[in-house]
């Protein structure tokens, strides 16, 4: 495995346990919201030298932004969370489904009473850690599907590095 397989998997394996992380916060009722359940989590990966300092920073930027966007779609389409990730939800390892569905559909509550201030980007760019979906370049167009979490390569059609996660109502 070469260093940059090496810390993909780093960080993919990062994301994965704070998203279960976030979850058994919520099940448990130790975050009053998702910045406090995720920075909690960051905060516990730092203190178990699971991620550095930066790493945690990163990785809880990136499950915040899925989550948001998920939540999002969740509560203004009426659709479900496959919809939102634009495949079967039997291809995703169910531990990981669930438990980022959990946070997800906390986050909805969050959400609505937050709607007035919520500003999603939707931007994703090369580099960044992504839970599973489908992200479409907004250079090319080109679709790029991930079954389960991982880093977000450069658009392998044109060598973009910025994607979004268009409408449901945009066909793949």
């Known amino acids: 495995m070469t260093p940059t397989e090496k810390r993909s998997e780093h960080l993919t394996h990062g ?28 905060d516990k990966a730092f203190e178990l030298q ?14 915040h932004r899925d989550v948001q966007d998920a939540a ?9 969370l496959a919809d939102w990730m634009r495949f079967d939800l039997e291809l995703i390892e169910e531990r990981l489904a669930e438990s980022f569905f959990i946070v997800a559909d906390r986050t909805c509550i969050e959400l609505s009473q937050l709607a007035e201030e919520a500003q999603h980007v939707g931007e994703y760019l090369t580099g960044d850690v992504v839970g599973p979906g489908s992200l479409q370049c907004s250079a090319c167009d080109h679709w790029v599907r991930f079954q389960e ?15 979004k996660r268009p409408p449901a109502e945009q066909d793949l």
Request: aromatic share 8%; glycine share 10%; proline share 3%.
């Open 72 to 80: 999002e779609y969740l509560a203004n389409s009426g659709g479900d």
């Open 50 to 63: 699971e991620l550095s300092k930066e790493e945690a920073e990163r990785i809880g930027d990136f499950l």
């Open 149 to 163: 979490t991982s880093q977000l390569p450069v658009c392998p059609a044109c060598g973009g590095g910025i994607f």
């Open 15 to 42: 994301y994965n346990r704070m998203v279960e992380r976030v979850r058994s916060a919520f099940e448990h009722g130790t975050a009053a919201s998702l910045l406090h359940a995720i920075q909690l989590c960051k």
